[in-house]
Every structure is written in C-alpha cells, then in structure tokens.
C-alpha cells in the first residue's frame, strides 16, 4: 500500500517541484534577459549593463547562509519545514516585485536595491528546494528530478525572459511587472498547496556544515567542472539580446525568439539531454554543448566583424540554439550535482555548486560589459570563442575519459 501511495504522489511531486524551478527561473529570467535589453533601448551604456550581473550576488553568496537554512528547514527532531522556507521567500518576492512597478518614479539606487532584495529571497528559497529535490525524491527518480529542474527552468526563461519583454514592449513597465507577479504566484502555489513526499533520511548528526562539504573530493572537483562550464558557456549570455537590440531588432522580436528558444528547444534539450548523457556519459554531453555554443559564438563574432552574415540566422542561433546547447550541457552537469551530494545536508552540498554557478557567471558576466563597450562586440565574441576552448580541455583533462566510460555504463533514467 505504501509502495503505490508513493508510486501515485511521486509524480505529482516531481510536477509542483517544477513549478519552482519554473518560478525561481522567471526571475531569473528578467534579470538576465529581459532586463539588460529593456535598458539598453532606454538608452543605458554596454558597462553600465555590465553592473546587472552584480544582482546575481545572492546566488554567489548564498552558500554563507545555507547551513542556516537548511539547520531550520532540517531540524534534528520533527518534520522538514521546507515549504515555510519557501513560502516566506515568496512573500519577499512578492512585496519587491510589487516596488518595482513604481520604477518610472524611483531614482536607480532604489530599483537596484528592490532588484537585489528580489534575488536575495529567490537564492534564499533556492536552496530550501534544492535541498528537497536531492532528499525527498528517490535517487531512481534523480533522472526526472533533474530534468524538471532544467527543463522548469527553461520554461521559466521563456517567461520570465521572452514572454515578459513583450508584454513590457507592448503595454508598459507596470503592467509587466504585475505580470510577472502573477506567473510565479501561479507556478509556486501547486507545490504550497499540495502534499509533498517527506525527506527520505536523517539530516546529517553534526549538522549542516561548508567545511564536512568542502573536504570531499568530489565536491571540489564538481565546483571546478562548473567554474569551467559556466565560463564557456555563460560569459556573454547577457549580451545576446543587447547585441540583437543594436542590429535593428526590436524587444518584442528579441522576446518572442527568446520565448521559443527556451520554451520549445530548452525544453527538447533538457528532455533529450537526459537520454544522452545516459547514453554517451557526462563529459561527452559536455564537451558536445561546448562546441555546439563555439558556433553559436563564431556566427556572433562573423557579424560583429561585418562579414554580410543573414540577421535571421542571428537571432535563431543566439536566442534558441544557445538554450538548446546550455541546456543539454546542464542536464549532464546537475545530473552530477544530485549524486555528489549527501543527502543529510543537501541544501549546502547542492548550493555550493550552484553558487560557483552564479559566481563564475557574475564576474565574467561583468568583465564582459566592459570589454562590449571599450573594445566592441567583435573583442567580446572572440574572447568567449577562445575561452570556450581552453575550457572545453579543462573539464576534459577534469573529468578523464575513464570518468566517462563510468557515466556512460553508471548513469540511466528511471525504469532502464
């Protein structure tokens, strides 16, 4: 009876804890995409875009705060406590979203601090459903797990990234925004409201701790694969849509085409992505995302460079086959992310990674600013170019061609 109460819950619980992920990345979303393109019609200088990617702080630093987090989700006797976690972080969300509608009036120090507050509480409640996915879903159910995280997270960008730019283009600021409040109360309130499976072991005795975490040796060298993957992978992601903006294309065009990139191909790509790392492995899928976004980058830089190259085909590769190639190499990397981690203390193993994630990305996200607007966008292009290669050799002289024969024969979805 047990068996098939879980069997019936399992699924429902893998949907709502999509609905998270989906919320978590519609911010996301309008940070990294809607954002910069909306201030860079509104005429705000490459550098001065490159201070955006300081809103990812939270993500870096959260790290600090999870063993707190987790130490009150995961009390030593009693029930997990992650959906007040989560529902206190909304309400956070909620109340500085609901500022930024007031943006036309506000001088920028206070809009960058109702930013900040926004990402602080989306971080914080990230690492409640981390936490939750690695310890409450059976690790045969890691492969779905996973591919609700990444493939909730792409159907947020298209939301929070594309969908949300248009409605901004189309009917303003403030109704934008209260737009965007209504996409994560819609999202979040499934996994609020429905009843979710309890962790399936102890917290760990001694308590959440960064030290216990950073002594293990699959630890460090998952943060220095991601260090790696993110640098190839991330470092002018934030310039797509500006540099689309400043070849004539307009927000509701570089909206719609981001729409359908993570919506449609981000989606494909985290579902395909899951059969393909456990056909060919981690460091395979991997190296394969990698080259794939080199082309994405190598078009880029064709037409920053002024070869006649069609904008059409700009637009597709930046806005829709980027999101297929990040999203293929994500599936494999938080694939890996679910195993490394221990159980008892989840939420600060999990966010370490995630936290190099958004630290490598922040730093270089601004570097790139800088160089978009001192040297041009042709310097920004071949600099990530020869970047996405040295990384490429990183994380294959990282992971080993036996660590790959081991995914390739140990990783599989749930019911292979």
Request: proline share 5%; glycine share 12%; hydrophobic share 55%.
């Given at each position: 009876?047990?068996?098939?109460?879980?069997?019936?819950?399992?699924?429902?619980?893998?949907?709502?804890?999509?609905?998270?992920?989906?919320?978590?990345?519609?911010?996301?979303?309008?940070?990294?995409?809607?954002?910069?393109?909306?201030?860079?019609?509104?005429?705000?200088?490459?550098?001065?875009?490159?201070?955006?990617?300081?809103?990812?702080?939270?993500?870096?630093?959260?790290?600090?705060?999870?063993?707190?987090?987790?130490?009150?989700?995961?009390?030593?006797?009693?029930?997990?406590?992650?959906?007040?976690?989560?529902?206190?972080?909304?309400?956070?969300?909620?109340?500085?979203?609901?500022?930024?509608?007031?943006?036309?009036?506000?001088?920028?120090?206070?809009?960058?601090?109702?930013?900040?507050?926004?990402?602080?509480?989306?971080?914080?409640?990230?690492?409640?459903?981390?936490?939750?996915?690695?310890?409450?879903?059976?690790?045969?159910?890691?492969?779905?797990?996973?591919?609700?995280?990444?493939?909730?997270?792409?159907?947020?960008?298209?939301?929070?990234?594309?969908?949300?730019?248009?409605?901004?283009?189309?009917?303003?600021?403030?109704?934008?925004?209260?737009?965007?409040?209504?996409?994560?109360?819609?999202?979040?309130?499934?996994?609020?409201?429905?009843?979710?499976?309890?962790?399936?072991?102890?917290?760990?005795?001694?308590?959440?701790?960064?030290?216990?975490?950073?002594?293990?040796?699959?630890?460090?060298?998952?943060?220095?694969?991601?260090?790696?993957?993110?640098?190839?992978?991330?470092?002018?992601?934030?310039?797509?849509?500006?540099?689309?903006?400043?070849?004539?294309?307009?927000?509701?065009?570089?909206?719609?085409?981001?729409?359908?990139?993570?919506?449609?191909?981000?989606?494909?790509?985290?579902?395909?992505?899951?059969?393909?790392?456990?056909?060919?492995?981690?460091?395979?899928?991997?190296?394969?995302?990698?080259?794939?976004?080199?082309?994405?980058?190598?078009?880029?830089?064709?037409?920053?460079?002024?070869?006649?190259?069609?904008?059409?085909?700009?637009?597709?590769?930046?806005?829709?086959?980027?999101?297929?190639?990040?999203?293929?190499?994500?599936?494999?990397?938080?694939?890996?992310?679910?195993?490394?981690?221990?159980?008892?203390?989840?939420?600060?193993?999990?966010?370490?990674?995630?936290?190099?994630?958004?630290?490598?990305?922040?730093?270089?996200?601004?570097?790139?600013?800088?160089?978009?607007?001192?040297?041009?966008?042709?310097?920004?292009?071949?600099?990530?170019?020869?970047?996405?290669?040295?990384?490429?050799?990183?994380?294959?002289?990282?992971?080993?061609?036996?660590?790959?024969?081991s995914d390739t024969a140990g990783q599989g979805l749930p019911g292979q």
């Open positions: 009876m047990g068996g098939t109460r879980a069997q019936v819950i399992l699924p429902v619980a893998l949907a709502s804890l999509g609905g998270l992920y989906v919320t978590q990345s519609i911010l996301g979303g309008f940070i990294w995409s809607t954002l910069p393109a909306y201030m860079r019609q509104q005429g705000m200088g490459l550098d001065q875009l490159g201070f955006l990617s300081l809103l990812i702080l939270p993500w870096t630093l959260k790290v600090l705060w999870s063993p707190w987090i987790e130490q009150w989700r995961r009390p030593a006797c009693g029930p997990a406590r992650t959906k007040p976690v989560i529902a206190l972080g909304g309400v956070a969300v909620l109340v500085a979203a609901a500022s930024l509608a007031l943006i036309a009036d506000l001088p920028l120090p206070w809009t960058i601090a109702a930013l900040f507050a926004v990402a602080t509480a989306t971080a914080t409640v990230d690492i409640a459903c981390d936490g939750h996915a690695v310890e409450a879903i059976p690790e045969a159910s890691y492969g779905w797990a996973n591919m609700m995280q990444v493939g909730g997270a792409y159907v947020g960008s298209a939301f929070g990234g594309g969908l949300l730019l248009v409605a901004i283009d189309r009917m303003g600021w403030r109704p934008g925004i209260g737009l965007l409040i209504v996409m994560c109360l819609v999202a979040s309130l499934p996994f609020l409201m429905l009843r979710q499976p309890s962790p399936s072991s102890p917290p760990a005795r001694s308590g959440p701790s960064l030290r216990a975490a950073l002594r293990r040796p699959e630890i460090r060298r998952g943060l220095w694969v991601t260090a790696l993957y993110v640098a190839a992978m991330k470092s002018c992601l934030g310039y797509f849509g500006p540099f689309l903006v400043d070849h004539g294309f307009t927000l509701s065009e570089v909206g719609l085409f981001s729409a359908s990139g993570s919506l449609v191909v981000g989606v494909i790509g985290a579902v395909a992505g899951g059969l393909i790392v456990a056909r060919l492995g981690t460091m395979t899928v991997l190296l394969l995302a990698l080259a794939g976004q080199a082309f994405v980058l190598l078009y880029c830089l064709g037409v920053a460079s002024g070869l006649p190259l069609p904008l059409a085909a700009l637009a597709w590769l930046t806005q829709i086959g980027s999101s297929a190639w990040l999203a293929l190499g994500f599936v494999a990397l938080y694939a890996r992310f679910m195993e490394w981690s221990d159980p008892g203390q989840a939420g600060v193993d999990f966010t370490l990674f995630q936290c190099m994630d958004a630290g490598t990305g922040m730093i270089l996200g601004f570097l790139a600013g800088q160089v978009a607007e001192r040297l041009g966008y042709s310097s920004l292009f071949g600099i990530c170019l020869l970047l996405s290669l040295l990384c490429g050799i990183g994380i294959h002289r990282s992971i080993g061609m036996r660590a790959a024969a």
